[in-house]
């Protein structure tokens, strides 16, 4: 039980690296392992680690709080269906992402009318200054920067992105995903990736008046 | 260019990093929450009652492991058969042959009632070829015939009843009985000597001096014995054959078919055409062959005959 005490205060905290900061060590392979063993805590542990990324990513994807609430539910429960197949030789969080990734991709196609989008379409989506017109009619920049909050605008210069690049941005910084496993999961040349995890920053921190 | 070889390491994306975790706080209700990890549970639980992923796997290889076995114990016996050398044979059924000796169970009754007072000479022509009336010089030849009598198959007609009654004849009765036999098989051979053909009288005269002294009272009930169990040796191959063998012994050895007696029978099962010898083997079809093999007593030679279960008699070479 003591693993349900620490699953459940680790419920809350942001991200894996967060909850490893909490003293649980143990990798998200061997949880799987164990979990695959019959250990119902290690699945808590894990699920604690991933839940908040795995959300994030598909919210930022859908822009629709109740369809992301639905497809995280189908990612977590398509992972507990394919436990048997999981391979502790793969990291844990490439193969959750490609789950997540898949059924975002899925969705799109059965509603193609909500969004229809590629994931590895890498075309210009609209440019910070047009998101931030269309947010203040006066066509004001500075003066719409000082009204929205940054979170806002962040999120707002993520939608604004291509598609690719903000798949990989939200892999990289939500999943924790490094460039070879990005590259692996999207299956795209890791320097493709590279190029747009740097037009990502880059266009993500001009929305924050950081044109470096 | 000015720009980050790896994206995300530059302190300037590490810091909109940092900003944009410090935002991104969203994370799903607690009723998701709680419907995926009741999943997990159910799943665990149904794994536990059902078996794990590993042992369910087991378990389907336990499921084939008997099928696996069969066809490996399969596999092997075949090999087996494969490695026993062509020459040996082994013991099959008699081959259902037509026999002109073929009685009913009742008739066969009877007729090892008869034989006790019946000579060989009252017998129908056609038995002259089969009940050889070959009488064992001894006690050992006796019970050689008798044990080599014995491994006969079940034949499913009248010689089923012969065959039983020759069964009977266990070596130790006939060693218990040896001296009534040696008068009986005597008597026996004098009588046959007054009746038989003149030829047949002829060849067997010389061994079949009458001693004197015997019980007379024994001799009836040691003659249906013996009598039984060499009609069966000689019975279980068709009448072609034995006149085959007895007329190819005859020659080779000079004597006269009458001469000539069939000690031994043991059918066999060729593994091809070339009945068992060496010599034919190459130009030999390889379908099995139901025969014999015969032993036969020329004059003090013993010679064996491979037989098939028709009209192919063969003396292979260096046998």
Redesign the interface.
Same mark, same amino acid.
């Given at each position: 039980m003591t693993g349900i005490v620490d699953a459940a205060s680790a419920f809350h905290t942001p991200t894996f690296m967060q909850a490893r900061d909490a003293g649980d060590t143990e990798t998200d392979e061997a949880l799987m392992l164990a979990w695959q063993a019959g250990d119902a805590s290690a699945f808590d542990r894990i699920y604690a680690r991933h839940r908040a990324g795995v959300f994030r990513y598909l919210l930022r994807h859908c822009r629709d709080r109740a369809t992301a609430e639905e497809l995280h539910q189908d990612v977590w429960l398509k992972l507990i269906a394919a436990r048997a197949r999981f391979d502790a030789a793969a990291r844990f969080t490439t193969w959750l992402y490609s789950v997540a990734r898949n059924r975002m991709i899925d969705h799109w196609r059965r509603n193609p009318a909500q969004r229809l989008v590629s994931l590895d379409d890498d075309g210009d989506g609209r440019g910070i200054g047009e998101l931030l017109e269309d947010s203040d009619p006066a066509g004001n920049p500075q003066g719409a920067a000082t009204l929205l909050q940054e979170s806002a605008l962040l999120v707002e210069a993520l939608e604004a992105l291509p598609a690719a690049q903000r798949d990989a941005f939200l892999l990289h910084v939500e999943g924790g995903l490094a460039v070879g496993e990005i590259a692996a999961l999207t299956s795209t040349p890791a320097e493709t990736v590279k190029s747009r995890l740097r037009y990502a920053y880059k266009r993500l921190r001009a929305s924050l008046g950081d044109p470096a | 260019m000015n720009?980050?070889?790896?994206?995300?390491t530059s302190a300037?994306?590490q810091e909109?990093?940092r900003?944009?975790?410090r935002?991104?706080?969203?994370?799903?209700?607690n009723s998701?929450?709680a $419907?995926? $990890?009741a !999943? !997990? $549970?159910d !799943?665990?639980a149904s794994?536990?009652s059902s078996g794990?992923?590993?042992a369910?796997n087991r378990s389907r290889w336990t499921r084939f492991m008997p099928l696996a076995a069969a066809a490996s114990v399969a596999l092997l016996a075949v090999g087996l058969v494969r490695l026993i050398p062509r020459e040996q044979y082994q013991a099959v059924p008699t081959p259902e042959v037509a026999r002109p000796r073929e009685t009913t169970a009742p008739e066969s009754a009877a007729q090892s009632k008869q034989d006790s007072t019946q000579s060989f000479a009252e017998r129908p022509a056609g038995d002259s070829l089969y009940a050889e009336p070959s009488a064992p010089e001894s006690r050992d030849e006796a019970e050689r015939t008798t044990a080599r009598t014995r491994p006969l198959e079940p034949a499913p007609d009248g010689d089923l009843t012969s065959r039983q009654a020759a069964e009977a004849v266990t070596a130790e009765e006939l060693r218990s009985t040896a001296p009534a036999e040696a008068a009986a098989n005597d008597q026996l051979s004098v009588e046959q000597a007054a009746k038989t053909s003149e030829q047949a009288s002829e060849a067997r005269a010389p061994a079949t001096v009458a001693p004197t002294g015997t019980s007379a009272a024994a001799a009836p009930s040691a003659s249906r014995r013996m009598d039984s169990a060499v009609r069966s040796t000689v019975s279980a191959i068709p009448a072609t054959l034995a006149v085959q063998v007895r007329n190819d012994a005859a020659r080779r050895t000079g004597l006269d078919p009458q001469s000539i007696h069939i000690v031994a029978v043991d059918p066999v099962a060729w593994q091809n055409a070339s009945l068992g010898c060496e010599a034919a083997r190459a130009s030999a079809s390889e379908a099995r062959v139901p025969g014999y093999v015969v032993t036969v007593d020329a004059g003090g030679t013993t010679l064996r005959y491979h037989t098939d279960g028709r009209d192919q008699v063969r003396v292979c070479e260096g046998e």
């Open positions: - | 720009e980050d070889p790896m994206p995300g300037a994306d909109l990093t900003r944009w975790q935002q991104s706080l969203e994370e799903p209700s998701t929450d $419907r995926i $990890r !999943a !997990a $549970r !799943a665990i794994s536990a794990s992923p590993e369910r």
